[in-house]
Structure formats: structure tokens, C-alpha cells
């Protein structure tokens, strides 16, 4: 069976400044990643998401995740955060292929200090 | 395309009593899965339905069932409710099974 770990529950950054959220999972077969985020009292919504091809996935509003298959990782990035960032994340990994349901990590709350 | 809709948002009930909570996905998505979300838990798999069969379960109790009918449309039931049920539940739809799933807003029970 899969499973994931995000190393940090709160993660506390200054806006403008640059952000890694840390995601690692453990599978011995191909696998699904994906990125979730949570805003308050709300459900969640697919931040970005790796299935194939490129290891290195990006989203709209300036986030990105890169695939690394030997250090079984899916670190979350971005530049340069803003306070509209501050949000859960969640990270989560599928077995590929049918009827494989989804594990999520435990989540890493954001927090953009001013 | 309108979104994963669940219904009701918000619940109060007391111990022993049932729930039934209710799930529609997007137009098209045949998969639908459940969630049960606490701040001590996280997100915990419930199960999940495609073609109105039941694919995969999580580690929860027999209390805690669904169904799929066949327009896709989904239910929760958990019966004799107890204290630790409170929790936010979520429903996921795809497009099929391990497509990407996309989330309604949840519906927060609080057993009392």
C-alpha cells in the first residue's frame, strides 16, 4: 500500500518570500501525486498534479511540484508567497492505474505573516 | 459545469441517532468518494463508488455506508451516531476511477 508524509504541519513565512512545502511517499510501484489546498471552511481543490511526462508540474497561480522518483519526493515551491496563500496543503498519492483510492498526507498549513 | 454539490452544508445530531448525508458530482463523473475530515485524523478514506458499486473501503466501522444510484448521485449513511463522528465530510467525484477528483465544500456534522 502507498502512503505519504508531510514533514511539517505549520509552515509560518513572510509574504514575498519563498516557500517550499516538503511531501514524501512510499510506494513500490508507479504512482500518482498530487497537490490539494484547503482554504478556511472550505473543501479541496487540485492545486497541481503529476501523472507522466515532465517531472517538474506547475499551476496558475505560481505554484509548482517536482517529481523526484529516486528521493521519493513531491516538494511544493513558490517564489514568492502572498497573503491570499495562506491555506492547507495537502499532498496525496495514487497508485497508477484503476480503482486505486487516494492517501492523502496529514497537511501543512501555510501561514503568510505581513 | 456546475461543481460537486453536497447537501446538507451543516448538521447537528445526537448520539444514537442516524445521518444521512448526500453527494451529487459533476455532470459526466461516474466516481465518487468519501472523506471523513478531523483535526486529529486529517483526511481519512471512507470509500469509494464507480458504476454504483462499491470499489474501495477504508478502515471505518459498519456504521458507516453509502450507496451510488445510477445518475451517479451518492449517500452517506452513518447510523447510531457517536461523539467522535463529528467531523467534516467530504465527497470527490471523477471522471472514472484514479482520474483526478475534484471536491465539494463538505458537510460538518456535529454530534452532541
Known amino acids: 500500500a502507498q502512503s505519504v508524509t508531510q514533514l511539517d504541519s505549520q509552515v509560518p513565512v513572510f509574504e514575498e518570500a519563498p516557500v517550499e512545502l516538503r511531501c514524501n511517499y512510499s510506494s513500490s510501484v508507479s504512482v500518482y501525486l498530487f497537490w490539494y489546498v484547503q482554504y478556511p471552511n472550505q473543501g479541496l481543490q487540485l492545486l497541481l498534479k503529476y501523472l507522466s511526462g515532465s517531472t517538474l508540474v506547475e499551476s496558475i497561480n505560481g505554484f509548482e511540484a517536482e517529481f523526484n522518483k529516486s528521493q521519493t519526493s513531491f516538494h511544493l515551491r513558490k517564489p514568492s508567497v502572498h497573503i491570499s496563500d495562506t491555506a492547507e496543503y495537502f499532498c496525496a498519492v495514487s497508485l497508477s492505474g484503476g480503482y486505486q483510492k487516494v492517501t492523502f498526507g496529514t497537511g501543512t498549513k501555510l501561514q503568510v505573516i505581513p | 459545469k456546475a461543481g460537486v454539490t453536497q447537501t446538507p452544508r451543516y448538521l447537528i445530531k445526537t448520539r444514537g441517532q442516524q445521518v444521512t448525508l448526500s453527494c451529487s458530482p459533476i455532470?459526466?463523473?461516474?466516481?465518487v468518494s468519501w472523506y471523513q475530515q478531523t483535526p486529529g485524523q486529517g483526511l481519512q478514506f471512507l470509500f469509494e463508488?464507480?458504476?454504483?458499486?462499491?470499489?474501495n473501503k477504508g478502515n471505518f466501522p459498519g456504521r458507516f455506508s453509502g450507496r451510488q444510484f445510477s445518475n451517479s448521485r451518492s449517500e452517506m449513511n452513518v447510523s447510531t451516531l457517536e461523539l467522535g463522528d463529528s467531523a467534516l465530510y467530504l465527497c470527490?467525484?471523477?471522471?472514472?476511477?484514479?482520474?483526478?477528483?475534484?471536491f465539494g465544500p463538505g458537510t460538518r456534522l456535529l454530534v452532541l
Open positions: 463508488y464507480f458504476s454504483e458499486t462499491q470499489r
Open positions: 455532470s459526466g463523473h461516474r466516481s
Open positions: 470527490a467525484s471523477s471522471l472514472g476511477p484514479a482520474g483526478t477528483q475534484y
